[in-house]
Nanobody
Framework: QVQLVESGGGLVQPGGSLRLSCGAS????????MRWYRQAPGKERELVAV???????NYGDFVEGRFTISRDNAEPIVYLRMNSLKPEDTAVYYC????????????WGQGTQVTVSS
């Protein structure tokens, strides 16, 4: 059974930092691109960051150098370090695994709430 479990969300003041974690089980993580998405109330889900199975990273334009995605295939865990948080970063953050080796498969976590407010 495949599971992606996010943690690390919470309430933080503007300018603060959080580190989200996504623990993966039931998959060979090295066969997957790992992504973080977010969805704010009333808005569509948007891509925050991607780290490929080879370690290449890419970010949404709104990140502007504030976030860093990383992965530890041995654990396996994917992290999203978020600095200089803004109120507009408030959203539910979802972990996503997209299989890029062999048959394509995709899995989602249940999400973790991030609220940026004073």
């Amino acid at each position: 059974q495949v599971q992606l479990v996010e943690s690390g969300g919470g309430l933080v003041q503007p300018g603060g930092s959080l580190r989200l974690s996504c623990g993966a089980s039931g998959i060979i993580v090295s066969h997957y691109d790992m992504r973080w998405y977010r969805q704010a109330p009333g808005k569509e889900r948007e891509l925050v960051a991607v780290i490929s199975n080879g370690g290449r990273t890419n970010y949404g334009d709104f990140v502007e150098g504030r976030f860093t995605i990383s992965r530890d295939n041995a654990e396996p865990i994917v992290y999203l370090r978020m600095n200089s948080l803004k109120p507009e970063d408030t959203a539910v953050y979802y972990c996503n695994a997209l299989k890029v080796v062999g048959i394509k498969r995709e899995y989602w976590g249940q999400g973790t709430q991030v609220t940026v407010s004073s």
